[in-house]
């Protein structure tokens, strides 16, 4: 239910304001079982306490549909364009998703002067792969395992070795754990009771 919802406030909230390309609505339909597979091996790898970062969350997949799959796991998700974070924002009231958190800033700003303590970090269509490890370790506490969707052309491509993909169905995911490379003492914890 919360996955139809979530696809009627895309459409409609498109109408008016850009947030997701209407010349790929015909690809709707592939980005939300890959942000539905991917919400669900965080599901399944999850730990109590758990938490999920998604950086560059654009119209909301995978995020917004990780936080319907994991209803007790916090996700918290940058996005730089503000016309995008109003619309995450919508979503996560409407829904509601309570556990769902928004943030509208840079992750370069972001990483600058805060930080999440977070199992789980994603990235889908962000910036290349090779950018986007150095960007997630400065965004983290300590460690957390990071997931962005591939093609299988970026697996050819990108020559990405076959252990670092995790593999459901026709979706394909590099994973990767990682560590934080910035130390988080002169930084501040951002959290669902932070905000």
Same mark, same amino acid.
């Given at each position: 239910?919360?996955?139809?919802?979530?696809? @009627?406030?895309?459409?409609?909230?498109?109408?008016?304001?850009?947030?997701?390309?209407?010349?790929?609505?015909?690809?709707?339909?592939?980005?939300?079982? @890959?942000?539905?597979?991917?919400?669900?091996?965080?599901?399944?790898?999850?730990?109590?306490?758990?938490?999920?970062?998604?950086?560059?969350?654009? &119209?909301?997949?995978?995020?917004?549909?990780?936080?319907? /799959?994991?209803?007790?796991?916090?996700?918290?998700?940058?996005?730089?364009?503000?016309?995008?974070?109003?619309?995450?924002?919508?979503?996560?009231?409407?829904?509601?998703?309570?556990?769902?958190?928004?943030?509208?800033?840079? /992750?370069?700003?972001?990483?600058?002067?805060?930080?999440?303590?977070?199992?789980?970090?994603?990235?889908?269509?962000?910036?290349?792969?090779?950018? /986007?490890?150095?960007?997630?370790?400065?965004?983290?506490?300590?460690?957390?395992?990071?997931? /962005?969707?591939? &093609?299988?052309?970026?697996?050819? @491509?990108?020559?990405?070795?076959?252990?670092?993909?995790?593999?459901?169905?026709?979706?394909?995911?590099?994973?990767?754990?990682?560590?934080?490379?910035?130390?988080? &003492?002169?930084?501040?914890?951002?959290?669902?009771? &932070?905000?």
């Amino acid at each position: 239910a919360l996955v139809a919802q979530y696809i @009627d406030h895309l459409l409609e909230y498109n109408e008016h304001t850009n947030v997701y390309s209407k010349s790929a609505y015909a690809h709707l339909p592939f980005h939300v079982h @890959d942000s539905l597979t991917l919400g669900l091996i965080i599901s399944e790898s999850r730990g109590q306490g758990s938490a999920v970062l998604d950086l560059g969350s654009g &119209s909301g997949l995978p995020s917004a549909l990780i936080a319907a /799959v994991n209803p007790q796991t916090p996700v918290f998700a940058i996005e730089s364009k503000s016309r995008k974070t109003r619309f995450l924002r919508q979503v996560a009231s409407a829904l509601p998703m309570h556990n769902y958190v928004p943030l509208t800033c840079n /992750v370069h700003e972001f990483s600058r002067s805060s930080y999440c303590d977070v199992d789980f970090l994603t990235a889908k269509a962000f910036k290349p792969l090779d950018e /986007v490890v150095p960007i997630a370790q400065v965004c983290i506490r300590a460690s957390a395992l990071l997931y /962005v969707p591939v &093609s299988q052309a970026q697996v050819r @491509d990108l020559s990405l070795p076959e252990q670092q993909l995790h593999r459901r169905g026709k979706y394909i995911y590099f994973r990767k754990a990682i560590k934080a490379s910035r130390k988080s &003492s002169t930084r501040q914890a951002i959290t669902i009771g &932070s905000l």
